[in-house]
């Protein structure tokens, strides 16, 4: 193994890592808040796993990006990780980079506003976090055009399944209304 390999396999592995953390973190972070769920609400393990994958994404991301920036092959320049559509890609390749770009920025936001919801505006706080489902959407066609991994079978039937979830859990949350924060 070369390697540019080394750091591509690593890219790999942590991309989808980072994707099932932020995974478990929307999921459980929609579950607790729906009016549909209403007994999961004061569910303590719940709120510990949105807590902790909120937390754990950021550093598997962080691994995702760099291992991308030393695969020589990936081409990625660290302009590319804060900057969108930068990058000397094809059109299909500009774009799954640059969505990938934006997720981070998003999440990013969401993460460090998250600390800071004690000192923040309620009502701005709310709408900033909620860009955590736009973020998540941006992200996935992130991985469906630029991954190699992503639309394997294997793969694919866990983070479609995962999407289907959330789909629905945020349908209800909309449907039944939400709970108030505790
Ligand atoms: C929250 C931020 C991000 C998450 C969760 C994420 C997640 C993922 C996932 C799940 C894949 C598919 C992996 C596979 O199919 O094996 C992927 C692919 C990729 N990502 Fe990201 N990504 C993020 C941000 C970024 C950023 C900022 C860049 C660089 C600017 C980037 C560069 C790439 C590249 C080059 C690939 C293709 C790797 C391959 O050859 O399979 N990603 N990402």
């Known amino acids: 193994m070369t390697l540019d390999q080394f750091f591509w396999v690593l890219g790999r592995v ?18 607790i808040r729906s009016g549909l769920l209403g007994p999961l609400a004061a ?11 909120a937390i754990l994404w950021i550093p598997l991301g962080g691994l995702h990006v760099v291992s991308l920036l030393f695969d020589q092959t990936a081409r990625v320049s660290p302009l590319d990780v804060v ?3 930068l990058s000397g890609y094809d059109a299909v390749g500009r774009l799954a980079l640059g969505l990938g770009t934006i997720a981070f920025d998003l999440f990013a936001l969401v993460a460090i506003t998250g600390w800071l919801r004690g000192r923040m505006e309620r009502r701005a706080w709310t709408w900033i976090h909620r860009l955590a489902y736009l973020a998540f959407a ?9 991954g190699s991994d992503f639309s394997s079978p294997e793969v694919s039937a866990l983070t479609w399944s995962t999407a289907f979830a959330l789909g629905v859990l945020s349908l209800a949350r909309v449907l039944w209304g939400r709970l108030p924060a505790r």
């Open 43 to 53: 569910n303590r393990a719940l709120k510990s796993a949105h807590e902790f994958t």
């Open 138 to 146: 941006v992200m996935f066609l992130h991985a469906v055009l630029g």
């Open 14 to 31: 942590s991309g989808l890592s980072s994707f099932a953390a932020l995974s478990i973190s929307l999921v459980t972070g929609v579950a």
């Open 83 to 85: 900057v969108p559509f």
